[in-house]
């Protein structure tokens, strides 16, 4: 039997891929043999990483585009398809949170600011959206192909304080079990649409709620989360590329419309 979980010369593009957790999937694919093209605004962040992923031997290409504006992720197909000539799976890796958005003891939930909300909900979910609508057509064309969309633990169990970015990746729950039973009974079976939702790992978003800005210690949630993480640890970037290649991968070819956590057993861990 030929090799389950071989991303050999597979064409997957990821958004967000600049990004801290999104850069690790880009090096850890491409060390697996896949070509990657890169998504996202900061052209010197993109330079960074191709350059990186290049000098180790993998194939990548960077390209802009904003994931709200879907005439950009449509010229940024175009690109991509020129290049490679097709996609055979989307990471929707875009997302994040603002401080402005989340609750704390400067910023009640009554005062949480519209645009900032606004802002944090667009970017993770109707970033997702826009994103499948422009790259799905290509595997609705071709009639097969992988959607990989990034929940959260605030999907899963809500958490306190981060309002806005927890519903909008809840919504990013319902997302991915919906597009799974459109895509097969409208388009193919061998399309195939899941999530993975990452514990809690150190990325820019988030390291103001878990280290003190001033010293980098551990703030009360971030000890908090290590209490109910019963690996102990937060996420390294490199934990996810494991389960993506799977779910990328003909390993996952019966597997579709699930949300994986990746997450040390937070999620199972009652407290007691």
């Not at 093209?37 to 993109?46: D, F, L, N, P, Q």
């Not at 949170?97 to 109707?126: H, R």
């Amino acid at each position: 039997m030929d090799n389950l979980f071989d991303l050999q010369d597979k064409v997957i593009v990821i958004t967000g891929g600049t990004g801290v957790l999104g850069s690790a999937m880009a090096k850890g694919l491409a060390a697996m043999g896949a070509k990657i093209a890169v998504i996202g605004r900061s052209a010197e962040r993109r330079d960074q990483l191709v350059d990186e992923i290049h000098r180790t031997g993998g194939t990548v290409i960077g390209v802009q585009a904003d994931v709200l504006v879907k005439e950009s992720l449509i010229q940024a197909r175009d690109e991509i398809l020129g290049h490679y000539g097709t996609v055979d799976a989307l990471i929707n890796g875009a997302g994040g949170n603002l401080k402005g958005a989340t609750t704390s003891a400067e910023l009640s939930f009554f005062g949480l600011p519209e645009t900032d909300l606004s802002q944090v909900i667009q970017l993770n979910f109707m970033g997702t959206l826009l994103a499948t609508q422009v790259f799905g057509e290509v595997l609705m064309e071709k009639e097969q192909g992988v959607i990989l969309n990034v929940s959260s633990m605030a999907a899963i169990q809500p958490l306190t304080n981060v309002v806005g970015y927890g519903a909008a990746k809840a919504a990013i729950n319902n997302l991915t079990q919906w597009l799974a039973v459109h895509m097969n009974l409208h388009y193919s079976p061998h399309i195939r649409v899941n999530a993975i939702a990452p514990g809690f790992f150190l990325t820019e978003q988030n390291r103001f709620l878990l280290t003190d800005e001033k010293d980098g210690n551990l703030t009360e949630r971030g000890q908090t989360i290590l209490a109910h993480t019963p690996m102990k640890r937060f996420g390294e970037p490199s934990d996810l590329v494991g389960t993506i290649a799977w779910l990328i991968s003909d390993a996952s070819r019966f597997v579709t419309g699930i949300v994986v956590p990746v997450d040390g057993g937070f999620s199972a861990f009652s407290g007691v």
